[in-house]
């Protein structure tokens, strides 16, 4: 799958990864809750938030924006689950009928979570999931 950048999203990047040192697989600048999401190479995660957040709060204060990092995975079930997080995500089941779906079982306890103030949360996911793997909806159940 191929994923086009703007040029302030290319820019958002490449200061990202000059900044953290991590390698950055997309990102998307999120107008309507004023974010911008990363995604972030698998493995690269801890290393890209850094010792107590310093590295995602250093990126908000230079870009002016929220910044929420998403780690990359290999399937559509584990993206599911990382996009997802901080929610206790279970499993994850994709169904391809005439859409392709992912059904996430989340724990109970974090369905806000997973859900976010507005949907934001659940929208991030099912955006970024639609990007990397045409999953074309998020159930969680």
């Given at each position: 799958?191929?994923?086009?950048?703007?040029?302030?999203?290319?820019?958002?990047?490449?200061?990202?990864?000059?900044?953290?040192?991590?390698?950055?697989?997309?990102?998307?600048?999120?107008?309507?809750?004023?974010?911008?999401?990363?995604?972030?190479?698998?493995?690269?995660?801890?290393?890209?938030?850094g010792?107590?957040?310093?590295?995602?709060?250093?990126?908000?204060?230079?870009?002016?924006?929220?910044?929420?990092l998403?780690?990359?995975?290999?399937?559509?079930?584990?993206?599911v689950?990382?996009?997802?997080?901080?929610?206790?995500?279970?499993?994850?089941?994709?169904?391809?009928?005439?859409?392709?779906?992912?059904?996430?079982?989340?724990?109970?306890?974090?369905?806000?979570?997973?859900?976010?103030?507005?949907?934001?949360?659940?929208?991030?996911?099912?955006?970024?999931?639609?990007?990397?793997?045409?999953?074309?909806?998020?159930?969680?159940?």
């Amino acid at each position: 799958m191929t994923i086009s950048l703007s040029d302030r999203e290319r820019q958002f990047l490449a200061r990202f990864e000059d900044e953290v040192g991590v390698t950055v697989r997309d990102c998307v600048v999120d107008e309507d809750y004023d974010r911008v999401l990363f995604v972030v190479e698998a493995g690269e995660m801890a290393e890209a938030i850094g010792p107590g957040g310093r590295n995602v709060e250093r990126i908000e204060e230079d870009l002016g924006r929220s910044v929420e990092l998403i780690e990359d995975a290999d399937t559509a079930e584990a993206f599911v689950a990382n996009a997802l997080a901080p929610a206790a995500v279970y499993n994850v089941t994709i169904s391809e009928n005439e859409d392709t779906v992912a059904y996430a079982e989340v724990d109970h306890d974090d369905t806000g979570v997973a859900i976010g103030k507005d949907g934001k949360n659940i929208e991030a996911a099912r955006r970024m999931a639609d990007r990397h793997f045409d999953v074309d909806d998020i159930q969680l159940t």
